[in-house]
């Protein structure tokens, strides 16, 4: 197993991730399928069996122990998300169940209260369908307009067509910090700053970003960033929305319940302050925790060092896939994450999926919740190979061997 | 043989580089699309039925090399048949690949059952239905796009 430069040991990494022991066809787990969802390192595990063994209870309520145990936990993961993600305070993150969930409901909360018919929202051709369809269904209840941001055929966003975009008809600017299908990493603090200069707001989408890039939400200025806790090692079902606190307060509620309340009679019900204002019910306390142990996890090996590495294996992967000549990479960004976005000249996606399979390689494909953008390089689909931390060159060059495999087969 | 070489047989990868009837069918009097929107494949079926017969069939479409060849198959084996017999072949198929350890007459399959290996691969079976599944929409006269959802 190699080891990168610096304190970085892949080996002794890999260790703590048990689900990477095992075989799959008989052959060693190979797993590139990170940007669907990251594996969990042991602490995330533990946390969950730990919080359920010794602390489970609802949160806020009670004045036993237990209870008062719970709320510790919930609102400490809160606080490291804050830390993580470098916001002012703590009420500023929402837990919710992920990106999809947090998109949905700024969309239905702030979108509903401040955007109305021939108003307009910016995304980009590069969107996963999680951060077009809450705005289409946003535009159908309004009359809003969506616009979409055109990119180049390296998968890189036009700077210049996004700001000719931005007008006085503009409210909302909801763009991807870093492409799922593609791996691009776009410009966000540009993206964001020329928003604001016209007084528009920004939400970007970070579910993969925030796995792979050090995120500092005070720095770069958005008025919102959402993300799923699963992509980032931790548990399904727990996601945030970073929102910041004026605009959260003077936004509606999104589920009307328990804990987003101050006071109810039948006649009229005040509502709770930021953050339980958006978090009525019970709300995955489990996922919280478990989620802290996660951000634990990165924080303590570096999302610097995390980046710097998964460049490394980036640039190894780019490399190695551009000698094979019936192959074609589809997202060439200069500036762009761990993602090997694919297709080949002979076989389907679908094809090259179950070949690879059969070697223990997990990648996905298909059209990646992004039909807008395979339609753009005029694909049906792609294979893509999304690195983490803990993937290594040798397992890069059984993905090699995997699609020699593919054109051996797709040659006979 | 591993499942991989079984599911990849050289004559299914064959009939997935030379789809037969592989184009519109001008006088169809029968026809339907078929989507699968896990992986996009897309297929459009046409048929020409005079009284109970399928006199002609063609397809058009893009997708894996399993749903292709799927479908250049079915075109093959339904040409001429009764629509009581492509039922038949097409039940015969659907428990070939779906029940592995079911009976089936492999002689009224053809070149069909070169795609019995797809029964040891779960997430694949919809790649092979999918051409069976537009075909009962044509002969149903159904408007709208099938799916395998």
Request: charged fraction near 20%.
């Amino acid at each position: 197993m190699s080891t990168a430069s610096g304190s970085f040991d892949v080996a002794r990494i890999r260790e703590d991730f048990p689900i990477l022991k095992q075989r799959i066809n008989d052959k060693p787990l190979v797993y590139l399928d990170n940007a669907a969802t990251g594996q969990k390192p042991q602490a995330v595990i533990d946390a969950l069996v730990n919080y359920y063994t010794c602390e489970n209870s609802n949160v806020h309520r009670g004045v036993h122990t237990l209870s008062q145990r719970a709320t510790d936990a919930y609102e400490g993961a809160r606080s490291k998300v804050r830390q993580f993600l470098n916001a002012a305070d703590d009420r500023e993150i929402i837990f919710v169940r992920g990106t999809t969930e947090a998109i949905n409901l700024v969309a239905q909360t702030y979108g509903r209260e401040n955007i109305g018919p021939g108003d307009e929202i910016i995304i980009s051709a590069m969107e996963h369908h999680s951060n077009i369809v809450p705005w289409q269904i946003l535009g159908q209840e309004t009359g809003a307009i969506l616009k979409v941001v055109p990119i180049n055929d390296d998968g890189e966003l036009l700077l210049d067509e996004y700001e000719k975009l931005l007008s006085p008809r503009t409210k909302l600017v909801s763009i991807v910090h870093q492409s799922n299908a593609l791996g691009t990493i776009n410009p966000v603090e540009q993206i964001v700053e020329l928003a604001h200069r016209r007084g528009v707001p920004v939400l970007l989408d970070g579910a993969q970003s925030v796995a792979h890039v050090p995120v500092d939400v005070s720095r770069v200025d958005c008025d919102f960033y959402v993300f799923s806790g699963h992509k980032l090692y931790g548990p399904t079902g727990i996601g945030v929305l970073y929102g910041k606190a004026e605009l959260l307060e003077a936004m509606p509620p999104y589920q009307g319940g328990g804990e987003m309340i101050r006071s109810v009679t039948f006649e009229k019900t005040l509502y709770n302050t930021i953050p339980n204002k958006f978090e009525a019910g019970t709300q995955n306390i489990a996922g919280s925790v478990g989620l802290g142990a996660a951000i634990d996890y990165v924080a303590n090996l570096g999302m610097d060092n995390i980046a710097a590495y998964e460049q490394e294996l980036l640039t190894y992967g780019t490399r190695r896939l551009a000698e094979i000549g019936p192959l074609r990479l589809i997202g060439t960004a200069r500036h762009k994450g761990s993602v090997l976005s694919f297709v080949m000249e002979n076989a389907h996606p679908h094809d090259v999926g179950t070949i690879l399979d059969a070697e223990g390689i997990a990648v996905r494909t298909g059209h990646h919740c992004a039909q807008p953008l395979m339609d753009r390089f005029e694909v049906s689909a792609t294979v893509r190979a999304s690195l983490a931390f803990y993937n290594t060159k040798e397992e890069i060059d059984a993905l090699v061997h995997g699609i020699d495999r593919v054109i051996e087969i797709f040659s006979r | 043989m591993s499942n991989l070489n079984e599911l990849y047989q050289e004559i299914l990868l064959e009939h997935n580089n030379k789809p037969r009837n592989f184009r519109k069918l001008e006088d169809a009097n029968r026809q339907a699309d078929g989507y699968n929107p896990l992986c996009g494949d897309r297929i459009t079926l046409y048929l020409k039925v005079e009284e109970d017969v399928i006199t002609d069939v063609a397809f058009q479409g893009v997708g894996c090399a399993i749903s292709r060849a799927s479908a250049s198959m079915l075109t093959q084996s339904v040409k001429g048949q009764t629509l009581d017999k492509a039922e038949e072949i097409f039940d015969g198929f659907h428990t070939m690949i779906t029940e592995p350890e079911a009976e089936v007459d492999y002689d009224a399959l053809g070149d069909l059952e070169m795609l019995s290996g797809v029964s040891a691969f779960p997430t694949r079976i919809k790649c092979a239905i999918l051409a069976w599944h537009t075909l009962h929409a044509a002969l149903a006269g159904q408007g709208d796009a099938v799916t395998t959802e």
